[in-house]
């Protein structure tokens, strides 16, 4: 079972009186920079001068540095620009300023466990990862409650690593939700694997397989949309809110049966197979690879792609049937 650790089990202590510096300063960078400060710490932003973030980031009150300013000034450097910027800021903007028993963390292991960054060993390498986007970091904090999130020790030199985390985590109030342990390796290959064959990948391509179904055998692209595209979001609530033997007590006897006898012969052993592929390419590194390589030629096959998606006809109707919903 997994190991999870709550308020009780976790102190701030360990960062009274230190200096944290948050990179970057973003959604989930303005989120956590502003929970650590409402739990008492001392936190300043490191941000490229001139980025539309400088401003923003005076405006709420904090002092604001260049990123190897902050980073020398800091006990705590917390990692929050996007992963793919990372390695080329860390190595000319981090690591030549990080001070030696310093605590590097981390939001997401992506950089870590693929080697694209290797902090000296002179310094706590953590990670705290709320499963939650920064704006509701920010509004469950205010409200006195907690986003889960994951924690991991890549490199302990202090011997407190781990209390340095669970610390950043109560600071951030993951911990009144429920923090679980875990490693960089877990957390970023669960991350990428879960991305691609259900949370974006498969919902994405089962959404628009289901709606090309529907247009093709005859039926009208508005009520397709609403069928497999507006009443997913229905039925993924009832699931996030009762999990999946709730939801099903909440939709028709119809609706039970047909998508119990029927769900399996779609999703069937031939696509979990494909999924099993899909995961040992991210298991490899062939995934990391593949995406570093794309993004570094300027990601012209993801421009591409996405000019794909934005031009299919689920998307061209669902902009007029948004339209009735959202009344925009």
């Known amino acids: 079972m997994a190991r999870i650790y709550t308020d009780a089990e976790a102190s701030i202590e360990v960062l009274r009186g230190k200096t944290i510096a948050v990179v970057g300063y973003g959604i989930q960078g303005r989120a956590q920079a502003q929970n650590l400060r409402d739990s008492g710490l ?108 994951l924690v991991a020790v890549h490199q302990n030199y202090s011997g407190r690593a781990m209390e340095y985390a669970l610390a950043i985590a109560k600071g951030i109030g993951a911990t009144r939700a429920g923090v679980i342990e875990t490693t960089f390796a877990e957390e970023t290959e669960t991350d990428l694997i879960g991305e691609q064959i259900v949370l974006v990948g498969g919902l994405m391509e089962l959404i628009k397989r289901g709606f090309e179904t529907l247009v093709e055998l005859g039926y009208q692209p508005e009520v397709a949309y609403f069928e497999v595209l ?38 069937d052993q031939d696509v979990k197979q494909k999924m099993m592929k899909a995961a040992e390419r991210v298991r490899r590194g062939d995934f990391a690879r593949e995406w570093v390589a794309e993004y570094s030629a300027g990601a012209e096959k993801l421009r591409k792609l996405l000019e794909d998606v934005k031009s299919h006809q689920i998307e061209i109707v669902g902009a007029e049937m948004r339209k009735l919903v959202f009344r925009t």
């Open 42 to 149: 001392k936190v300043l932003i490191g941000l490229r001068r001139g980025g539309s973030s400088w401003g923003q980031a005076e405006s709420d009150g904090f002092e604001v540095f260049e990123i190897s300013d902050a980073v020398s000034r800091a006990d705590v450097i917390m990692m929050l620009i996007p992963d793919m910027e990372q390695p080329k800021v860390w190595k000319s903007q981090i690591a030549p300023h990080l001070r030696e028993g310093a605590v590097v963390d981390f939001a997401h292991g992506f950089n870590i466990h693929y080697k694209l960054i290797q902090p000296p060993p002179n310094v706590d390498v953590v990670m705290v990862a709320p499963k939650a986007p920064g704006r509701a970091v920010r509004e469950e904090y205010l409200a006195g409650r907690g986003v889960p999130a």
């Open 230 to 267: 507006n009443e997913a979001k229905l039925i993924m609530d009832l699931i996030w809110q009762r999990g999946i033997v709730g939801m099903l007590y909440g939709v028709s006897d119809t609706a039970k049966y047909g998508g119990l006898t029927v769900g399996p012969q779609i999703i």
